[in-house]
């Protein structure tokens, strides 16, 4: 029997009853969500205007827009924004402020010579450590070295890219700048960033885009986060402030992960079977590299020097007759022996990194018999020894 109260009934009773829980949580609900929509709006409407007032970016933009130093691109996941340019202060890992103009020029390259140069043509590829965001144009290893060899340097590096992305750029431009040699960039991440599996894995070399990955033969477009990744895609695409978080947590992520599929591959070496089969599609990647510019000489070094990787870039190197300089990222780490602050806070070069960097390639390529800034005409490759001369003014 029900309890009723004095003078009231039932159906009275249950009249004056408390709110129920059920409306009580969905207001609730309701509150949370135009709290986090409201926070998120207020966050989108203060990085657009950042980007607005400090980039020159415009609050609204078309899909064909650019954010930052790169965009999306729908070949290559991803590609450095061309015609981009900023002022901004960097810093040292150890501290030190310094001032950094950047620059990209057409196609997104940091460095674009004239193409109906004489002087001899170098196309450089490669990935973040090319594209130098920290460094000022003319402070770049690119740059440095087309001063001190006299060369005309062509440029292109974008945060992230793996062996594909960079082929792809090869394969774009490689007709319209002839160069007379090719200098690829690799690093030991190329590994994780060619397979799709070990990206999926990596907690400290996946930036949660789509690229693009060869797999059996065949350009496939993937995402290399296992969960929520159609969110994820509408991020990228269209909110400027969720990217920044997003970006933010994977950062962080990768900043205070205490294991990852990289610390396994290094411990197990060749004998991980997901390395193994990085290892083959880079070959075959660098394969096609090798079959796009024919006869033109592949100047190769990599940014970092851990193994198995740097075993791996030479087997595959010698296998597509691929010169590569082993002893190139030794120069910064025996100036990190040294006390010298060379790096950027997330160890990229800074300006005094590349000019150690530049010197190395320079002494390279001189000692292949490339001539300095006085070269009026170029000679054909050694058919004998592979190895570019030029011919130099008269002393």
């Given at each position: 029997m029900p309890i009723q109260l004095r003078g009231s009934t039932t159906e009275e009773v249950k009249l004056h009853a408390p709110p129920n829980r059920v409306a009580l949580i969905v207001a609730s609900g309701a509150a949370v969500v135009l709290f986090i929509v409201l926070s998120v709006s207020l966050g989108e409407v203060a990085i657009r205007t950042l980007h607005l007032v400090r980039d020159g970016i415009p609050f609204f933009e078309k899909p064909s827009g650019r954010v930052g130093a790169l965009k999306l691109d729908p070949e290559l996941g991803w590609r450095a924004t061309e015609d981009y340019d900023e002022t901004l202060t960097a810093r040292t890992r150890g501290g030190k402020a310094y001032p950094v103009h950047r620059s990209q020029r057409q196609y997104g390259f940091r460095l674009f010579g004239a193409l109906d140069s004489s002087r001899p043509k170098l196309l450089v590829i490669g990935d973040s450590y090319t594209q130098a965001t920290a460094v000022s144009d003319e402070k770049t290893y690119p740059a440095l070295v087309s001063g001190q060899l006299g060369m005309e340097v062509f440029a292109y590096g974008a945060g992230g890219y793996g062996?594909?992305?960079?082929?792809?750029?090869?394969?774009?431009?490689?007709?319209?700048?002839?160069?007379?040699?090719?200098?690829?960039?690799?690093?030991?991440?190329?590994?994780?960033?060619?397979?799709?599996?070990?990206?999926?894995?990596?907690?400290?070399?996946?930036?949660?885009?789509?690229?693009?990955?060869?797999?059996?033969?065949?350009?496939?477009?993937?995402?290399?986060?296992?969960?929520?990744?159609?969110?994820?895609?509408?991020?990228?695409?269209?909110?400027?402030?969720?990217?920044?978080?997003?970006?933010?947590?994977?950062?962080?992520?990768?900043?205070?992960?205490?294991?990852?599929?990289?610390?396994?591959?290094?411990?197990?070496?060749?004998?991980?079977?997901?390395?193994?089969?990085?290892?083959?599609?880079?070959?075959?990647?660098?394969?096609?590299?090798?079959?796009?510019?024919?006869?033109?000489?592949?100047?190769?070094?990599?940014?970092?020097?851990?193994?198995?990787?740097?075993?791996?870039?030479?087997?595959?190197?010698?296998?597509?007759?691929?010169?590569?300089?082993?002893?190139?990222?030794?120069?910064?780490?025996?100036?990190?022996?040294?006390?010298?602050?060379?790096?950027?806070?997330?160890?990229?070069?800074?300006?005094?990194?590349?000019?150690?960097?530049?010197?190395?390639?320079?002494?390279?390529?001189?000692?292949?018999?490339?001539?300095?800034?006085?070269?009026?005409?170029?000679?054909?490759?050694?058919?004998?020894?592979?190895?570019?001369?030029?011919?130099?003014?008269?002393?």
């Amino acid at each position: 029997m029900p309890i009723q109260l004095r003078g009231s009934t039932t159906e009275e009773v249950k009249l004056h009853a408390p709110p129920n829980r059920v409306a009580l949580i969905v207001a609730s609900g309701a509150a949370v969500v135009l709290f986090i929509v409201l926070s998120v709006s207020l966050g989108e409407v203060a990085i657009r205007t950042l980007h607005l007032v400090r980039d020159g970016i415009p609050f609204f933009e078309k899909p064909s827009g650019r954010v930052g130093a790169l965009k999306l691109d729908p070949e290559l996941g991803w590609r450095a924004t061309e015609d981009y340019d900023e002022t901004l202060t960097a810093r040292t890992r150890g501290g030190k402020a310094y001032p950094v103009h950047r620059s990209q020029r057409q196609y997104g390259f940091r460095l674009f010579g004239a193409l109906d140069s004489s002087r001899p043509k170098l196309l450089v590829i490669g990935d973040s450590y090319t594209q130098a965001t920290a460094v000022s144009d003319e402070k770049t290893y690119p740059a440095l070295v087309s001063g001190q060899l006299g060369m005309e340097v062509f440029a292109y590096g974008a945060g992230g890219y793996g062996t594909l992305q960079q082929y792809l750029i090869l394969d774009q431009y490689f007709d319209q700048i002839k160069p007379d040699l090719v200098l690829w960039q690799y690093c030991a991440n190329d590994f994780i960033n060619n397979d799709h599996e070990l990206e999926r894995a990596s907690l400290m070399n996946n930036n949660g885009l789509t690229r693009p990955y060869w797999i059996n033969g065949v350009v496939t477009y993937l995402s290399p986060k296992p969960a929520w990744q159609h969110i994820r895609e509408w991020i990228n695409r269209h909110s400027r402030f969720l990217y920044f978080v997003v970006s933010r947590i994977d950062r962080l992520r990768a900043a205070t992960a205490s294991t990852s599929v990289e610390f396994i591959i290094e411990a197990e070496g060749f004998k991980h079977a997901g390395f193994l089969r990085a290892v083959q599609v880079t070959d075959e990647i660098m394969g096609r590299v090798r079959a796009r510019v024919g006869a033109t000489p592949i100047l190769a070094f990599s940014c970092d020097s851990g193994q198995p990787y740097n075993e791996a870039f030479a087997l595959i190197s010698a296998h597509h007759g691929i010169e590569y300089w082993d002893d190139i990222p030794g120069v910064i780490d025996q100036a990190l022996n040294r006390g010298e602050d060379v790096q950027t806070p997330d160890e990229h070069w800074n300006e005094s990194g590349h000019q150690l960097i530049a010197g190395m390639i320079a002494k390279h390529i001189q000692e292949r018999g490339v001539a300095v800034a006085s070269v009026t005409k170029r000679s054909h490759l050694d058919p004998t020894g592979g190895v570019y001369t030029v011919t130099p003014h008269a002393r």
